[in-house]
């Protein structure tokens, strides 16, 4: 299976930024949609945005929108999540992860639709 590894987390003061990268280890994430999903402790992990690998249709949390771009660079098989303004609120561990359909706006958001994660990187946003 093509294991995914997340890059690019750390810690930063409010309203700085960061960029986060998702590798497949296989060179293609022979998926059709990827997606940057978050887990805060205590809570449940939510989905932050999501491209259709085809078509580069894309997808964002309400939270997020305006502050977070996610991209994909075929070329060195990297999806990017850029995070800007960050907030406290935006600290937790991100994960990518790979779907093998094309996801929608219904359905971007869920879990279950994701059948490979990576890790995970930390990212912490200080007040």
């Known amino acids: 299976q093509v294991q995914l590894v997340e890059s690019g987390g750390g810690s930063v003061q409010a309203g700085g930024s960061l960029r986060l990268s998702c590798v497949a280890s296989?060179?293609?994430?022979?998926?059709?949609?990827v997606g940057w999903f978050r887990q805060a402790p205590g809570k449940e992990r939510e989905g932050v945005a999501c491209?259709?690998?085809?078509?580069?249709?894309?997808y964002y949390a309400d939270s997020v929108k305006g502050r977070f771009t996610i991209s994909q660079d075929n070329a060195n098989n990297t999806v990017y999540l850029q995070m800007n303004s960050l907030k406290p609120e935006d600290t937790a561990l991100y994960y990518c992860?790979?779907?093998?359909?094309?996801?929608?706006?219904?359905?971007?958001?869920?879990?279950?639709?994701?059948?490979?994660w990576g890790q995970g990187t930390q990212v912490t946003v200080s007040s």
């Open positions: 296989t060179g293609t994430f022979s998926a059709r949609s």
């Open positions: 491209i259709n690998t085809v078509g580069g249709t894309t």
């Open positions: 992860a790979s779907s093998a359909f094309w996801l929608f706006s219904s359905a971007w958001s869920s879990k279950g639709q994701y059948n490979n």
